[in-house]
């Protein structure tokens, strides 16, 4: 009998020892990290705003709404990207809170390349999207629509075209 209340008593004494410290990792934890650990991103309706007073939170979070969006499309053609984009029906959360977060380091004079670039192979395929439907581009994602600006390759294909004709008169004239 003596035994088992040892038995019994060594059980509690362990649990305590156990599930105290446990109980103060869970409680106090949060409340120590969660100020640096997640962007301003509200979880019930999937909503990202911008919160001045913590503008590294605010870096991570466009880093996230990268890496998701990178995460998402990688591997995938600009050109399916684009056709893609542009047969939704629905607005792309994702999308619109990369350019709320985009426009929110702009605003706060912090360069949203110094934090990370947008991949070569996204930026292109939205600037499919939006050159062959503009509207619809900014309905799928009116934030980054009007946020982010998307590269005009008009000029470059200019540039390309005269180098490109000027090459072809010198190389005629040479074999003149």
């Not at 020892?17 to 640096?36: C, D, E, Q, R, W």
């Not at 702009?106 to 930026?123: A, F, G, T, W």
């Not at 939006?130 to 900014?138: I, M, S, T």
Request: aromatic residues 10%.
């Amino acid at each position: 009998m003596l035994q088992k209340l040892i038995s019994q008593l060594h059980t509690v004494i362990s649990l305590k020892k156990i599930i105290i410290p446990a109980i103060l990792v869970l409680v106090i934890s949060p409340l120590v990290i969660s100020g640096n650990a997640f962007a301003d991103f509200n979880a019930t309706n999937g909503k990202y705003f911008c919160n001045t007073k913590d503008l590294d939170a605010e870096r991570y979070g466009y880093s996230y709404f990268i890496y998701q969006e990178n995460r998402y499309w990688e591997g995938e053609r600009p050109e399916d990207i684009a056709a893609t984009l542009l047969k939704t029906s629905y607005s792309s959360t994702m999308l619109d809170n990369l350019g709320k977060a985009y426009h929110c380091l702009k605003d706060n004079n912090i360069d949203p390349d110094s934090v990370q670039k947008i991949p070569p192979y996204l930026l292109q395929a939205l600037n499919l999207a939006k050159e062959q439907n503009p509207e619809k581009f900014a309905q799928i994602a009116p934030n980054f629509s009007n946020y982010v600006p998307v590269p005009e390759f008009g000029t470059l294909a200019g540039v390309i075209t005269a180098i490109s004709i000027i090459g072809v008169i010198i190389i005629s004239k040479r074999n003149s």
